[in-house]
T-cell receptor, first 117, second 114 residues
Framework: AQKVTQAQTEISVVEKEDVTLDCVYETRDTTYYLFWYKQPPSGELVFLIRRNSFDEQNEISGRYSWNFQKSTSSFNFTITASQVVDSAVYFC??????????????FGEGTQLTVNP | KAGVTQTPRYLIKTRGQQVTLSCSPISGHRSVSWYQQTPGQGLQFLFEYFSETQRNKGNFPGRFSGRQFSNSRSEMNVSTLELGDSALYLCASSLEGSTNEKLFFGSGTQLSVL
């Protein structure tokens, strides 16, 4: 069965610090997709990034960067120069390729990030 | 373009009652998924609908059911409510519901069962 683990339940940093959110996954599939979503206090999850299992290139988007390492089954997320607006719960999620079954995400437990001014 | 709309935003029910939650996807999106979020269990997949057909179902009892209408709007129903059903119920939509698509989530319905 697939599983996503985010061992860090809560992280608190001071503004402008860099912070890395860890994500480790388990799957028996060779083809799968990994996602990161952000959940602000308003409740809706906001998509941040998607990565497929064959693409191990790291990605940078502004202050956000992601490190995908298949060898360690990890997909970590780094925020550089954190800001108060980054405070939210961040979820890592896994989607296995199921040809006829449609979308189904397995989420990690989430990491509550608090950025203090 | 309007986002995913869920109604009502808050709901209070008592044990044994039933409840219906509504979700309107983004215009043009044909797939709707439902997730339950609780402090203890986190985010768990309930089911996914595409073109009025349930394609995928999570590990929830039969008290949880859903449907999708021809305009892609979806409802989920929970019968014989239990205290443990108290949760934030999130609806998400996507174009085709493919496993590699990003999902667009609504703000959820917060259900409290007393």
């Amino acid at each position: 069965a697939q599983k996503v683990t985010q061992a860090q339940t809560e992280i608190s940093v001071v503004e402008k610090e860099d912070v890395t959110l860890d994500c480790v996954y388990e799957t028996r599939d060779t083809t799968y997709y990994l996602f990161w979503y952000k959940q602000p206090p308003s409740g809706e999850l906001v998509f941040l990034i998607r990565r497929n299992s064959f693409d191990e290139q790291n990605e940078i988007s502004g202050r956000y960067s992601w490190n995908f390492q298949k060898s360690t089954s990890s997909f970590n997320f780094t925020i550089t120069a954190s800001q108060v607006v980054d405070s939210a719960v961040y979820f890592c999620a896994l989607s296995e390729v199921q040809e006829t079954s449609g979308s189904r995400l397995t989420f990690g437990e989430g990491t509550q990030l608090t950025v203090n001014p | 373009k309007a986002g995913v709309t869920q109604t009502p935003r808050y709901l209070i029910k008592t044990r044994g009652q039933q409840v219906t939650l509504s979700c309107s996807p983004i215009s043009g999106h044909r797939s709707v998924s439902w997730y339950q979020q609780t402090p203890g269990q986190g985010l768990q997949f309930l089911f996914e609908y595409f073109s009025e057909t349930q394609r995928n179902k999570g590990n929830f009892p039969g008290r949880f059911s859903g449907r999708q209408f021809s305009n892609s709007r979806s409802e989920m129903n929970v019968s014989t409510l239990e205290l443990g059903d108290s949760a934030l119920y999130l609806c998400a939509s996507s174009l085709e519901g493919s496993t590699n698509e990003k999902l667009f989530f609504g703000s959820g319905t917060q259900l409290s069962v007393l």
